[in-house]
């Protein structure tokens, strides 16, 4: 994946991109959700990151809005695993989980 603006690559259970924070935590229905709260800033960004728990490890992207702009979250879960939804947009002040669940084939 590569990024087109400023690009942040971190690993650890809480990541924030430009001041809105990223967080994995266990799940009440699968294994792990993943929650985010998109906060205003002043500088678009485009960054990658990942956040953990256990051996779970989530890849994050994200597209930060100029400021009042609406956020989008993509997360990229470990194989085996599926996001729902794979993908949120956030306006400002809005908070949104993507829940991490174990795959079970067709």
Excluded: K
């Excluded at 650890?12 to 009440?28: E, F, L």
């Excluded at 890849?59 to 993908?87: K, M, N, Q, W």
């Amino acid at each position: 994946m590569t990024c087109t603006a400023a690009c942040i690559i971190l690993a650890a259970s809480t990541w924030s991109p430009d001041q809105s924070p990223v967080q994995i935590v266990p799940g009440v229905r699968c294994a792990a959700e993943v929650h985010i709260t998109n906060r205003w800033n002043d500088n678009p960004v485009e960054a990658s990151g990942a956040v953990s728990l256990g051996p779970i490890n989530v890849g994050i992207h994200a597209f930060i809005g100029l400021g009042y702009a609406p956020d989008t979250f993509t997360a990229f879960p470990p194989d085996g695993y599926v996001a729902l939804p794979e993908s949120v947009t956030l306006e400002e002040g809005e908070s949104g989980v993507i829940e991490i669940c174990e795959f079970v084939g067709a």
